[in-house]
C-alpha cells in the first residue's frame, strides 16, 4: 500500500518510541511498521545513516536471497592456492575477529613456523622502517610476513606501497616462497 511519507512522520514521537524508560536499538526506525522494505532502507538512510550498510544487506538478503549478503565460508588453504609472492594477502579486520593466530596455524602446517620463517610485526610508531627490512630479507628468502594493524601506520603505507610495487614489477629479486599477509581495520 502506498503510504504518504508526511502522514507516517505525524505520527512518530518526537523523542523515539517505546515505553518511558525502554531503550530503543534503533530510535525511530521500529515506529514505521507501515513502510515496505525499500521505503524503510530510504527511511534509514535519512534519519540513521550509520546503519544504513546493515539495512542494505537486510534488504538485499530479502528480495534476492541470504547467499548475497552471507559471506562464503573460507580457508586459508583455498586462499593460499590464489596468491603469488608479489601480491599481499590483505586481512580486513572486523570487531573481534583476528586471522593472525589462523595464519600461525596454518604456516605451521605449510612449515613456517612463526618466529622462525613466519615474521610478524605489529606496525605503529616507528615500525616502518623494521618491516621494510623485514620484506626484503624475507622476500630474498623465501619467508612470510605478516604486517599487522596497517591501519595504525597510514603514514608509511606510501612506502608500503612503493616495496609492493617493486614486488609485483619484478624489480625487486623475490623468492617463490614468499608471502606477505597484511591485517587492517576498515577505513
Same mark, same amino acid.
Given at each position: +500500500?502506498?503510504?504518504? %511519507?508526511?502522514? #507516517? =512522520?505525524?505520527?512518530?514521537?518526537?523523542?523515539?518510541?517505546?515505553?518511558?524508560?525502554? &531503550? $530503543?536499538?534503533?530510535?525511530?526506525?521500529?515506529?514505521?511498521?507501515?513502510?515496505?522494505?525499500?521505503?524503510?532502507?530510504?527511511?534509514?538512510?535519512?534519519?540513521?545513516?550509520?546503519?544504513?550498510?546493515?539495512?542494505?544487506?537486510?534488504?538485499?538478503?530479502?528480495?534476492?536471497?541470504?547467499?548475497?549478503?552471507?559471506?562464503?565460508?573460507?580457508?586459508?588453504?583455498?586462499?593460499?592456492?590464489?596468491?603469488? +609472492?608479489?601480491?599481499? %594477502?590483505?586481512? #580486513? =579486520?572486523?570487531?573481534?575477529?583476528?586471522?593472525?593466530?589462523?595464519?600461525?596455524?596454518? &604456516? $605451521?602446517?605449510?612449515?613456517?613456523?612463526?618466529?622462525?620463517?613466519?615474521?610478524?610485526?605489529?606496525?605503529?610508531?616507528?615500525?616502518?622502517?623494521?618491516?621494510?627490512?623485514?620484506?626484503?630479507?624475507?622476500?630474498?628468502?623465501?619467508?612470510?610476513?605478516?604486517?599487522?594493524?596497517?591501519?595504525?601506520?597510514?603514514?608509511?603505507?606510501?612506502?608500503?606501497?612503493?616495496?609492493?610495487?617493486?614486488?609485483?614489477?619484478?624489480?625487486?629479486?623475490?623468492?617463490?616462497?614468499?608471502?606477505?599477509?597484511?591485517?587492517?581495520?576498515?577505513?
Amino acid at each position: +500500500p502506498d503510504v504518504e %511519507v508526511p502522514e #507516517i =512522520l505525524g505520527s512518530v514521537p518526537a523523542e523515539g518510541g517505546g515505553e518511558a524508560g525502554e &531503550a $530503543e536499538e534503533e530510535p525511530g526506525i521500529s515506529l514505521l511498521p507501515k513502510l515496505n522494505e525499500f521505503q524503510h532502507l530510504l527511511m534509514v538512510k535519512v534519519l540513521r545513516e550509520e546503519k544504513v550498510t546493515m539495512s542494505a544487506a537486510t534488504f538485499v538478503g530479502a528480495k534476492l536471497g541470504k547467499h548475497f549478503t552471507e559471506p562464503k565460508p573460507w580457508n586459508l588453504v583455498e586462499v593460499f592456492k590464489d596468491t603469488a +609472492p608479489g601480491t599481499p %594477502v590483505i586481512f #580486513i =579486520l572486523s570487531t573481534g575477529a583476528d586471522p593472525t593466530s589462523m595464519l600461525q596455524r596454518f &604456516a $605451521e602446517k605449510m612449515g613456517w613456523a612463526a618466529g622462525d620463517r613466519l615474521h610478524m610485526i605489529s606496525l605503529g610508531q616507528g615500525q616502518g622502517d623494521i618491516a621494510a627490512n623485514l620484506i626484503v630479507r624475507a622476500g630474498k628468502d623465501g619467508d612470510w610476513v605478516c604486517l599487522q594493524n596497517c591501519h595504525l601506520a597510514t603514514s608509511w603505507m606510501l612506502a608500503l606501497e612503493m616495496i609492493v610495487e617493486g614486488l609485483s614489477s619484478g624489480t625487486t629479486e623475490v623468492h617463490a616462497d614468499f608471502r606477505l599477509w597484511l591485517t587492517s581495520m576498515p577505513s
